[in-house]
């Protein structure tokens, strides 16, 4: 698979995650997806936050790649999140619609990224001021494995709540190779 392809392979998971996350999410009553539950961003609805914010982040320095993606338009035009634990939105619902804007634009732009862009090195500054000037595909990976994990942090804080996210796995969305 290439490069490209295994990028849309990650924008289509990452949306088919998010939404049976925000799914599971809506069984909850609002004051229990706001609990505190000793995370490392404290609830459910903060870790979604963080996920959210993490993606607006990278997704602006992505956006300063030559290729001047498109897609990614919408996010040039927001402005940048203060700090990666900020509450973008105080309830799920809110944060869903969001959510799901962010999915679209991400496979949108996923679709249009070309294996050349992927050589490139993409200076940037850290949310701690610090200059980096890191490979563009080493980061777009950060990018969803970022997703990922924090997901996975809530897929764990909704299990101990009760509630069954479902199958996680990616390898579920992975094309068989057979030619058969």
């Known amino acids: 698979m290439s490069r490209t392809r295994h990028i849309c392979l990650m924008a289509t998971y990452n949306e088919w995650m998010n939404a049976q996350v925000y799914e599971a999410a809506r069984s909850l009553p609002d004051e229990e997806l706001s609990t505190d539950r000793k995370a490392f961003f404290g609830s459910i609805l903060g870790t979604l936050n963080h996920v959210a914010a993490g993606d607006a982040v990278w997704l602006k320095r992505f956006a300063k790649h030559p290729a001047n993606y498109l897609a990614l338009e919408p996010i040039r035009q927001r402005p940048d999140p203060k700090n990666l634990d900020q509450l973008l939105f105080s309830n799920l619902r809110e944060l869903s619609v969001h959510r799901e804007e962010l999915d679209r634009i991400i ?10 862009d992927l050589d490139h090195t993409l200076n940037y500054t850290s949310m701690k001021g610090v200059p ?6 080493s980061l777009v ?5 970022h997703q990922t994990h924090h997901r996975g942090q809530v897929t764990t804080l909704l299990s101990q709540a009760g509630i069954d996210v479902g199958d996680t796995d990616l390898v579920v969305l992975i094309p068989s190779e057979s030619h058969t």
Request: hydrophobic fraction near 45%; charge should be negative; avoid cysteine.
């Open 132 to 137: 980096a000037d890191k490979n563009f595909y």
């Open 107 to 116: 496979i949108e732009w996923a679709r249009s990224i070309t294996e050349p």
């Open 141 to 145: 990976m950060h990018f969803f494995n």
